[in-house]
């Protein structure tokens, strides 16, 4: 049985996003939510660039995954800071507790 490329890349994309979205929905702490969520970044960026070659038009679908790659990390890096101010102010990352903020 040969499978081609793109079959093995569509399953890996459809493996990040699955698992990205168990750990996002699976998860209560803030880190690890960051973490689901680069993940599921990850799976829709690997989506592109196959996009890109299934088009013959590899060049613009890479330059567009470099660019998600440093949106991507700019708000890792900002939620990742965000997380370390809310555990040091009041020492819990659990989402729940975090909720009860509102009143």
């Known amino acids: 049985m040969n499978l081609s490329v793109a079959t093995l890349v569509f399953v890996a994309v459809l493996g ?3 698992v990205g979205l168990y750990a996002l929905l699976a998860t209560r702490n803030l880190i690890k939510v960051i973490v ?13 660039v196959l996009a890109g070659r299934l088009r013959n038009a590899v060049q613009e679908a ?6 998600v790659i440093v949106a991507d990390t700019i708000v890792a890096v900002i939620g990742l800071t965000l997380a370390v101010q809310i555990r040091q102010r009041l020492g819990t990352l659990d989402i729940k507790a975090l909720t009860s903020l509102r009143r």
């Open 62 to 67: 890479q330059s567009l995954a470099l660019t």
């Open 16 to 18: 990040l996003l699955g």
């Open 36 to 48: 689901a969520l680069q993940i599921l970044v990850k799976g829709a960026m690997l989506a592109l």
